[in-house]
């Protein structure tokens, strides 16, 4: 994908519109038809304003969503769908409008697409083209920008009680295990993302990162991977049932609020039964996520029930992610504290056997982490080694304490011996999810 800022919402939505609109119409009317005609003139007004914004103008398929010169849209939304169906029997990827294109050359494009002839497609300004996927990092972020609007998707559809599509769900976990399968350190880099305003979305969207994560170190196999995504990204979407002023609240929860939040595995399962092609199994994971390994947490289970270990995987992700965001009540931990306290809590609140794999999984000092080596540099934490011990990092301030230009920050492979503890990124100025960002 390209770099350049996308266009503005109104504008994508707009060109859409129009886009499907003159496929249909040139679909059921000859040439030079009024419908045709109007239909032309419709994509005329809106092509203007969108190269106008962005040149060249891209329209893509990925793997979970439509984008629209950036704009994400669901493919199985309605003003996606068609494109995307099209796109899909011609085999297109993508195709890049640029500047002088007019809307009969984006009209004879339209055409050629929905048609059932052989002949490729040549033209000036309108070219088909492979989508340019960037590195690991890039194509990390884009699917984790995506996932946070199916999530949302998700979550408004069963506030409103419909039934959310699980399709969706499993397109976005497939597109992590495809990022995790070529470099694991980008997910676990990813999951340092956090939003205060959409704390929910990221906390879930985290917590699946972080699951598969440990799925993948267990070397699980793909059908079981996806079970454990989906169920970790839709762990909390029981909340949705929740009254929002109990979820929203500031502070501690009174005796009978607190109540009504501990329903949310419930419910949460609830939803999950209801969506018909949900992977098996994967509304236990919802239902079990707050089961403590001593007997503990909610809801309440029979003597000697004991949560899949699936669950006991969310389990520990979902406190680490909870751990390391800042919420009204509580401080975040930095990421190595956090580390420390799942690993106290291992046989008590969490299963050893998922503590152990979390430690082995994410490190001691994981992934994102700020640290001082013996040598008096600062730097950033970018990958772990084989034993989830420190193997990788990215040197931000020099032994005189002066922070150096992104060009001078060297990658350095490091042993745990060569780290003399983990730093706050505040005191340096660093933004540990920058530094990683830059990652080949």
């Avoid at 040149?55 to 068609?82: I, M």
């Avoid at 430690?359 to 970018?382: D, H, K, M, N, Y």
């Amino acid at each position: 994908m390209t770099a350049s800022p996308p266009l503005p919402q109104p504008v994508a939505e707009s060109l859409l519109r129009s886009l499907v609109g003159l496929g249909k119409a040139q679909l059921l009317y000859p040439p030079g038809h009024v419908a045709v005609t109007r239909a032309l003139q419709a994509l005329e007004r809106s092509l203007g304003p969108a190269l106008e914004s962005r040149s060249p103008l891209l329209l893509a398929k990925t793997t979970s969503h439509f984008l629209v010169g950036g704009v994400p849209t669901l493919p199985d939304d309605g003003l996606a769908v068609d494109m995307v169906r099209w796109f899909a029997s011609r085999e297109v990827e993508a195709v890049e409008i640029g500047p002088g294109a007019t809307a009969a050359e984006v009209g004879r494009f339209l055409a050629w697409l929905t048609s059932t002839g052989s002949k490729s497609w040549r033209s000036a300004h309108v070219r088909t083209r492979r989508v340019d996927q960037g590195t690991a990092w890039q194509r990390g972020s884009r699917a984790y920008r995506e996932t946070l609007d199916v999530l949302e998707v998700a979550y408004r559809e069963a506030q409103e009680g419909r039934i959310p599509d699980p399709d969706r769900a499993c397109r976005c976990v497939r597109s992590f295990l495809e990022i995790l399968d070529e470099d694991p350190d980008v997910a676990k880099g990813l999951a340092l993302l956090k939003s205060y305003d959409r704390y929910t979305f990221h906390h879930s969207v985290n917590v699946c990162l972080l699951a598969l994560s440990l799925g993948q170190h267990l070397a699980l196999p793909p059908a079981t991977l996806e079970i454990l995504g989906v169920g970790a990204l839709l762990h909390d979407i029981g909340k949705t049932r929740t009254p929002p002023e109990i979820v929203r609240k500031p502070g501690r929860l009174n005796e009978g609020e607190w109540a009504a939040m501990r329903r949310h595995p419930t419910l949460g399962r609830e939803i999950l039964e209801a969506m018909a092609g949900i992977p098996t199994t994967a509304d236990r994971l919802v239902y079990e996520h707050h089961m403590l390994y001593d007997g503990g947490g909610y809801p309440e289970r029979p003597a000697g029930y004991r949560p899949a270990e699936l669950s006991a995987l969310v389990t520990v992700v979902d406190a680490f992610d909870a751990m390391t965001t800042h919420r009204p009540y509580s401080r975040p931990l930095p990421l190595p504290e956090a580390v420390a306290q799942v690993l106290w809590q291992s046989g008590k609140s969490f299963d050893p056997l998922a503590a152990e794999v979390f430690r082995q999984a994410v490190g001691t000092v994981p992934v994102g982490s700020t640290v001082r080596l013996a040598s008096g540099e600062v730097g950033v934490v970018t990958r772990l080694a084989g034993d989830g011990e420190i193997g990788e990092v990215r040197v931000v301030v020099d032994p005189m304490g002066r922070r150096l230009p992104p060009e001078d920050q060297p990658l350095r492979v490091v042993t745990g011996q060569e780290v003399l503890r983990w730093v706050d990124p505040l005191i340096h100025g660093i933004n540990p999810h920058e530094i990683l960002s830059r990652r080949p």
